[in-house]
């Protein structure tokens, strides 16, 4: 769809509803693309989705500090589940490893439902998924939250200081 929208005439009847993997992860990833970033011109923001970092209520854990801890003193022992190679939780997962030093498993999956299954079930230790899924499962206690996945700058920081470390 979008090598459709970059090769269409630039008249305003063609519309690409572009997500993360459209114009962050995919040139990250791809060396070679049919488009570029700068070849679309934004209108508006649909939506926004924010992120926590979950993990399994057996993880001996309770805010991020122990987290990093507890998987630098055990490396590849936790693991992440993802919604597929390359997608927005998988980037996350080894942004998280880049910057805290740790050696985590990156589990993909088809999606954040089989993942969040997995997580439930302590077949994985971790997620960064969407509060979508995951506040149903925090306000069940069957996970934890240890972070939010937000910039500085968003008012998200003051609807969720709970979970801000």
């Known amino acids: 769809m979008t090598e459709i929208a970059v090769k269409s005439p630039?008249?305003?009847?063609?519309l690409l509803l572009g997500t993360t993997g459209t114009f962050v992860t995919n040139p990250?990833?791809?060396?070679?693309?049919?488009?570029a970033v700068n070849d679309f011109v934004p209108i508006t923001m649909v939506a926004d989705a924010l992120f926590l970092l979950s993990i399994h209520p057996n993880v001996p854990a309770n805010n991020l500090s122990e987290l990093i801890?507890?998987?630098?003193a055990n490396p590849g022992k936790l693991s992440f589940a993802s919604f597929g190679n390359s997608s927005f939780s998988h980037m996350a997962g080894?942004?998280?490893?880049?910057?805290?030093g740790t050696k985590?498993?990156?589990?993909?999956?088809?999606?954040?439902?089989?993942?969040?299954?997995?997580?439930?079930a302590g077949n994985i230790t971790m997620t960064f998924d969407s509060e979508l899924s995951s506040i149903p499962n925090i306000q069940?206690?069957?996970?934890?939250?240890i972070a939010v996945i937000v910039s500085k700058n968003s008012p998200t920081n003051q609807m969720y200081p709970l979970f801000q470390n």
């Open 10 to 14: 630039p008249d305003g009847y063609t």
């Open 104 to 120: 985590l498993i990156h589990v993909p999956y088809k999606g954040s439902a089989p993942g969040m299954a997995d997580l439930l």
């Open 28 to 35: 990250l990833i791809y060396k070679k693309l049919s488009y």
């Open 140 to 145: 069940a206690k069957k996970i934890r939250p």
């Open 94 to 100: 080894e942004y998280f490893q880049i910057l805290t």
């Open 69 to 72: 801890t507890y998987a630098k």
